[in-house]
Each structure stands twice: as C-alpha cells, then as structure tokens.
C-alpha cells in the first residue's frame, strides 16, 4: 500500500503543473520528440526537458533516445492508476449523493 501511495503522490504531484499536464495530453494522442512536444509552448528546451523529467520521474511518462532524438510515451499503467484513484472517489461522492438527495426529497414529502 505505500508504494501505491508513493506512485499517486508523485503523478498528481507530476500533474499539478499546467504544462506536464498538457505534454500528458499530447502523448495521450501518441508517442513524440521532445521538440515536438515543445512546440506550442514558449519555454526554452532546457525548461521542457526538466518537466519531461519529472514526468518520466512519476512513472507518467518514459522516453528513450535514438540518435539525438529523444523520444517520449505515455505509460498507460501509471495513467490508468491514477484514473482508478479518482473513479473510486468519485464513486463514493455520487453515492452519497444520491442518499442525500433521496433523503432532500424525503423531507420535502414530510413537509
């Protein structure tokens, strides 16, 4: 359990910055060049390349480098964990939820 805890707090601590998430929605699409991945963003590569870094870091995201290419991937296993985390909390809200609802309609009919 605390190495599943360990690997939450590094992605959403990964995912807390607006750019890492927006290179995590870029490699959703599909496998790209660090230079393909700075592109929209008006940041100096250096920059990018440490935000790569902590992404690869968290488990989000690996990469590997043929030539001087360095190309990144999405890892889906650490993504899909992350989505479970948060399905099973929202789970849970819409639970309860629905019992205070259900309980809001049973006051109204009282009254």
């Known amino acids: 359990m605390a190495n599943y805890s ?3 707090d590094r992605a959403f601590a990964a995912l807390s910055d607006p750019i890492r998430r927006a290179i995590v929605t870029r490699l959703c ?3 790209r060049s660090v230079s393909e991945l ?3 963003f008006e940041i100096a590569l250096p920059s990018l ?3 790569v870094r902590v992404l690869e870091e968290s488990g989000l995201i690996s990469s590997e480098k043929t030539g001087r290419v360095r190309t990144c991937r999405i890892e889906r ?3 899909q964990q992350t989505e479970a985390w948060i399905h099973r909390h929202v ?3 819409e639970r309860r939820l629905d019992r205070l609802e259900a309980h809001v309609h049973r006051l109204k009919r009282k009254h």
């Open 6 to 8: 360990t690997d939450l």
């Open 29 to 31: 699409e599909g496998p």
């Open 38 to 40: 700075s592109e929209p």
């Open 49 to 51: 390349l440490k935000h």
């Open 77 to 79: 296993r650490a993504l």
């Open 91 to 93: 789970a849970t809200w």
